[in-house]
């Protein structure tokens, strides 16, 4: 019996050890969900070998996640994937590509896995052949902050060649590598090495519209609206945003309420502000403008209440291209 209970109590503090270095990873401190992870690593937990290979990912020391990775692979555990993104990252050849193909082969299929596989056979056999998705997926990893360490030059490659492909969303992606602005500010892509071309920028949006994109449709109204004056065409640009807010964009929406609220190509008319501000509620920050211009009474609370929700989620339920793995 006392063994059992040394057990058990064993399982909690492991358990207990996860939650605590997921949580700390997802308040944005690295460094002691490391510090969380490594101790458990070394004392023999795979996963959380695996998992201490991602933080260092993470963290940019590629040198680190590759030696853990590696260690929970020769253990039988995870890994191996994260290996093989490594090695694409370090890749600059056929040779390097061709040996990213290879070390793929007994990782189960999936998203992330089947995308690396067909863009490396791709890029080893300077062939065309892998899909636009394929080519997306990758983009958007490499460009995500979130497991994976940021690649920016790297993904503006992969996410242009999905853009090339014809892929509505990648070429809006590209179109927001090419703008600044605070319409754009939440792109996955931010590639200093594109500067501020508005007139490319333009060309993308206008091309993903054309594909049904709304989300690019907003962005080129808006564009027509606040760009210089070489660009500006005040009528097209509202009436483009107004089409893709009726259509059902809630971009669309926010952007036509804020329209209406500042009198910015249209009539000042608030009560227009509100009306599309409340079908742009599943924009999180959204509610939180409704909260604040209700004031009080129940439908600031409700807003308010709304708002705490989805901010609360969007903290915790985020989309982990490589999963942690319980320890």
């Known amino acids: 019996m006392k063994t059992l209970l040394l057990l058990l109590t064993a399982l909690s503090l492991f358990g207990s050890d996860y939650a605590l270095m997921k949580k700390s990873f997802d308040k944005g401190d690295i460094n002691r969900a490391i510090t969380i992870a490594r101790t458990n690593a070394m004392n023999g937990n795979i996963p959380a070998m695996y998992d201490l290979g991602l933080l260092y990912y993470s963290k940019g020391s590629i040198r680190e996640a590759k030696t853990w990775l590696e260690r929970s692979v020769k253990n039988d555990g995870e890994g191996q994937l994260g290996v093989s993104l490594i ?38 056999s300077n062939r065309d052949d892998a899909s636009a998705e394929n080519y997306l997926t990758l983009g958007e990893l490499f460009s995500s902050d979130v497991i994976i360490r940021p690649d920016m030059r790297r993904a503006l490659y992969l996410t242009n060649q999905a853009a090339k492909k014809g892929n509505p969303k990648a070429l809006e992606m590209m179109g927001d590598a090419y703008w600044r602005s605070n319409l754009t500010q939440d792109s996955l892509i931010v590639a200093p090495q ?31 609206i606040i760009g210089p004056r070489n660009l500006r065409r005040t009528q097209e640009g509202v ?43 599943e924009i999180c920050d959204v509610n ?21 929700s989805c901010v609360e989620k969007r903290s915790v339920v985020r989309r982990y291209h490589i999963l942690f793995e319980p320890f």
Not at 96 to 107: A, D, M, P, Q, R
Not at 263 to 276: D, E, K, P, S
């Open 288 to 308: 939180n403008i409704l909260a604040n211009i209700y004031g009080q009474g129940e439908e600031a609370e409700k807003y308010a209440k709304a708002y705490e």
């Open 239 to 281: 009436d483009l945003i107004l089409k893709a807010a009726n259509e059902g964009s809630a971009l669309g929406a926010k952007t036509a309420a804020e329209l209406y609220m500042s009198g910015q190509g249209v009539h000042a008319n608030r009560q227009q502000a509100l009306a599309w501000y409340q079908k742009a509620t």
């Open 87 to 124: 090695l694409f990252t370090q890749s600059s050849n056929r040779d390097g590509y061709k040996n990213v193909t290879e070390s793929l082969i007994n990782v189960p299929k999936g998203e992330i896995r089947d995308a690396l596989m067909a863009v490396s056979k791709d890029l080893a």
């Open 194 to 224: 594109t500067g501020n071309a508005l007139n490319v920028a333009l060309e993308y949006y206008r091309e993903a519209s054309r594909l049904g994109n709304l989300d690019a449709t907003v962005k080129m109204g808006r564009l027509f």
